[in-house]
């Protein structure tokens, strides 16, 4: 399997990371500049020292701050690019269960039993070739790729885009004119939808590896995916990244604060 293949999952996550690390970062400084001030200021010792007071304006100030700073660091651009790619997961998901093709496979194993559980060669072709490609096996994907109906708008794009995405995984690097035409051919506004998100997946996955912009090749297709992408990066990003870095800064600063009380430094 060429390295092509994780190469976008790969720069989605470092860049997923890094801005939650810039985040906690943020968050932390402003929270312990909190603390400090509240132990210069004029309040009574017996405030400033307490060890619950402080405590609790840590918690309140990285809390606030964290979750400006979560939302700021995924709104725009980089929100909307990645709306497009869970969006384009779960209309993935909910297709193959409307096909009855079960679960997508992630990973080498259960490729294989995919395959094992789907022998038919003649059905479910594209789902087939994913299966495939998480297999490593590249020679069955490209004669499966040649068993894809074409009858309709949609399945001339699955060809065109499963295609190209065949071509990339063998080192090229082609035009992505064809698959943006068959994308634009589909008319039905599901399969539309689901062939501009796709479409738009091939377009980071090139600029991943060329080194170019793949925030704004996902980005692109924020608007025709609609409403159901809204949301998204709240749920997937934002809530779950607040959720986690508030316990492991809870649990830090907490620690610190106890080998203060223990030490005599706080009250």
């Known amino acids: 399997m060429s390295d092509r293949f994780g190469t976008l999952a790969a720069v989605v996550s470092t860049e997923v990371q890094a801005r939650s690390r810039r985040a906690f970062l943020l968050s932390l400084g402003a929270a312990l500049l909190a603390t400090f001030a509240l132990g210069g200021s ?3 010792i017996a405030i400033a020292g307490n060890l619950l007071i402080n405590y609790a304006v840590f918690l309140a100030t ?16 980089i929100g909307d690019a990645l709306a497009v ?9 909910d297709h193959w269960r409307a096909l009855g093709a079960g679960k997508i496979p992630r990973d080498a194993g259960q490729g294989s039993s995919w395959l094992a559980a789907h022998p038919e060669p003649g059905r479910l072709a594209p789902q087939r ?24 708008a949609y ?18 690097l082609p035009a992505l004119d064809e698959v ?7 008319q039905d506004p599901g399969e539309r939808a689901r062939a501009a998100a796709a479409a738009a997946t091939m377009r980071a996955h090139a600029a991943a ?33 607040w959720t986690l870095l508030m316990g492991v800064a809870a649990a830090l600063i907490g620690l610190g604060l106890l080998a203060g009380k223990l030490t005599g430094v706080w009250l």
């Not at 990285?62 to 651009?77: E, M, R, V």
């Not at 943006?180 to 589909?186: D, P, R």
């Open 180 to 186: 943006e035409a068959a994308a634009a051919n589909v």
């Open 155 to 172: 399945e001339r794009f699955e060809l065109a885009n499963d295609r190209w995405f065949l071509d990339f995984l063998a080192g090229e």
């Open 209 to 241: 590896v060329s080194g170019g912009d793949w925030v704004a090749a996902l980005a692109a297709a924020r608007q025709v995916v609609g409403a159901r992408a809204d949301g998204l990066v709240w749920s997937r990003y934002v809530v779950p990244g």
């Open 62 to 77: 990285f809390g606030t701050t964290l979750a400006a700073t979560l939302l700021w660091q995924f709104g725009g651009a």
């Open 129 to 152: 070739l994913v299966a495939q490609l998480f297999a490593g096996d590249t020679t069955a994907a490209n004669e499966t790729l040649s068993t894809y109906p074409t009858s309709t």
């Open 42 to 44: 004029v309040v009574p």
């Open 85 to 93: 790619g869970g969006w384009g997961r779960l209309e993935a998901e």
